[in-house]
């Protein structure tokens, strides 16, 4: 259910909007560029297809369906919030690479190394499970804010 205010998306049987606290009608139809399955982008595909394809190569797409999408409000989110996301999480991938690289092979910095390994493999994980994730939620037409990220995304998209 989408909120006739604000274009978010609400759980089915909600009063208020999580949004922007509007009461929800429910028989409101989604303002425009909202994510609906028959909502068009700017690049002629549908708004949940543009918005998986803003995830499908991480930032790299991200930035691409940034300049190319004019009218989609959902697209640009998900542009938007791919970029941040992906950026952040590869540049601290580089960082712990870096760590481990030039940490000395010494007996007694062995085990830094292993922890800063150790943070790799989570960090890896967390992209992975993430990029999946914000690709399903995509085609499925939500608008999952990952925490810092989306609400960094909202705000672009409103400039």
């Known amino acids: 259910m989408f909120c006739s205010q604000c274009g978010a998306g609400n759980p089915e049987g909600a009063k208020f909007c999580s949004k922007c606290g509007a ?67 590869t540049v601290v991938q580089i960082i712990l690479w870096t760590i481990v690289a030039i940490v000395p092979d010494s007996p007694m910095l062995w085990i830094v190394a292993d922890v800063f390994n150790v943070f790799r493999v989570i960090v890896w994980l967390i992209i992975v499970g993430l990029w999946i994730a914000l690709m399903i939620l995509a ?21």
């Open 23 to 89: 009461e929800l009608d429910a028989a409101a139809t989604p303002t425009e560029g909202a994510a609906t399955p028959e909502a068009e982008s700017s690049t002629g595909m549908s708004a949940n297809l543009a918005g998986f394809l803003c995830y499908v190569a991480m930032w790299i797409t991200g930035i691409v369906f940034v300049l190319l999408e004019k009218k989609s409000t959902f697209v640009k989110f998900h542009a938007w919030q791919s970029i941040m996301t992906f950026v952040v999480l």
């Open 139 to 159: 085609y499925q037409g939500k608008m999952w804010k990952v925490p810092w990220a989306g609400d960094w995304a909202e705000k672009q998209i409103s400039k």
